[in-house]
């Protein structure tokens, strides 16, 4: 078993205008995400989510906007992942933040971690993600940015 926390944050990059970046995972093709990322020893969510941004798209939280939306998701593990974490773990805790770029732009995807990327209007990217969390969190845009 591995030793991964239980213990995770959800990036959802976009533009005020609604668009979202998507990117895809290298290890199940056709699966789009945000960026997401497991808690590493004692750092805080925030810190999670900087280094998650940094290590999967070379986006650098400190120069764009980076909000924590105060949303947490407890939901089980997919299966074909349980084997990251320790023996018995079966769920995990998600906390939701969002990246709020100028425009869409092109990003450093991390290799071997994701392998294409795409922006898309918030409604096509919540019906692309595998994730239901990951689509819940994108359909409360419109509320966030005032769009509605």
Request: glycine share 6%; net charge negative.
């Amino acid at each position: 078993m591995g030793t991964k926390q239980p213990l995770s944050v959800l990036v959802v990059i976009h533009t005020a205008d609604g668009q979202v970046l998507l990117i895809e995972r290298a290890d199940k093709a056709g699966y789009w995400q945000s960026v997401t990322g497991s808690r590493e020893g004692e750092e805080s969510l925030l810190q999670t989510a900087c280094r998650e941004l940094l290590e999967e798209t070379g986006l650098v939280a400190t120069e764009h906007q980076l909000t924590d939306w105060q949303l947490h998701n407890r939901y089980e593990i997919y299966p074909h992942w349980r084997h990251r974490y320790p023996d018995g773990v079966t769920h995990n805790d998600e906390y939701v933040f969002g990246l709020q770029l100028a425009q869409p732009q092109s990003v450093q995807l991390a290799p071997g971690e994701h392998t294409a990327q795409q922006w898309l209007p918030w409604q096509q990217a919540a019906e692309l993600v595998f994730s239901p969390s990951n689509a819940a969190a994108i359909r409360l845009l419109p509320s966030r940015l005032g769009l509605e």
